[in-house]
């Protein structure tokens, strides 16, 4: 982690137009076209839910706007971003947040989640790996889809974890698409930025 030179940093002026605001946040939900990943995973028996995690968690830590983050009047860059994503027990429904280093190929990935979650007997992290601000929030609303969405937060203009919810995804002429909604701070992340990570997670899939 370093801490960013605000003076010689190109974004300055735009970081402080946007700190004069109260709630400098934007939510934009589009869609993607998940098909080939549905094939994929399904050949394999992946998890669907962990396979896109690491097609998000692979394109944005390859952005390294998203790799900023705000504490206070400091703005630092991390190496890396790690997902912390909701799972749902299968007795209570209730939900259950898990948090797992990113790393390895897609198959690796997607197996240490799946032991993460079993192990993980308590519904939230530590106070402690809550706290970190090297994460990017992530769930899912697999039961139906959406064309808007808001996210739980406090009012904190220094809140500068992405979070991001994709719906059930439905068959339309042949191809499987999902509403996929994405929460910035725009402080730090502009509409080109959004652009370059929901393009990038496109390209990613496009291909598996």
């Known amino acids: ?3 960013v030179d605000l003076a010689a940093w190109p974004r300055r002026e735009h970081f402080r137009f946007f700190s004069g605001l109260g709630f400098p946040f934007y939510n934009v939900t ?8 549905h094939a994929y995973v399904r050949a394999r028996g992946l998890s669907f839910y962990h396979a896109l995690i690491y097609a998000t968690l692979s394109v944005m830590n390859g952005l390294p706007d998203f790799l900023y983050k705000i504490r206070g ?3 630092v860059k991390h190496e890396k971003l790690d997902p912390s994503f909701v799972t749902l027990d299968p007795e209570t429904h209730l939900l259950k947040i898990v948090n797992v280093p990113f790393g390895g190929t897609l198959e690796e990935f997607c197996a240490q989640c799946a032991r993460r979650e079993a192990a993980q007997t308590s519904y939230f992290p530590s106070p ?3 706290g970190r601000d090297d994460l990017v929030y992530i769930s899912c609303l697999p039961w139906f889809s959406f064309t808007s969405l808001t996210n739980e937060m406090d009012l904190d203009p220094d809140d500068s974890i992405p979070r991001i919810t994709w719906g059930r995804y439905e068959d339309r002429d042949g191809k499987l698409t999902l509403p996929y909604a994405v929460q910035l701070n725009h402080r730090l992340l502009d509409g080109w930025h959004l652009s370059q990570l929901v393009g990038g997670v496109q390209d990613f899939l496009d291909p598996a």
Do not use: G, H
């Open 73 to 75: 009047e400091q703005v």
């Open 30 to 37: 589009t869609s993607l076209d998940v098909t080939r990943l």
């Open 1 to 3: 982690m370093e801490v």
């Open 128 to 130: 402690e790996a809550e």
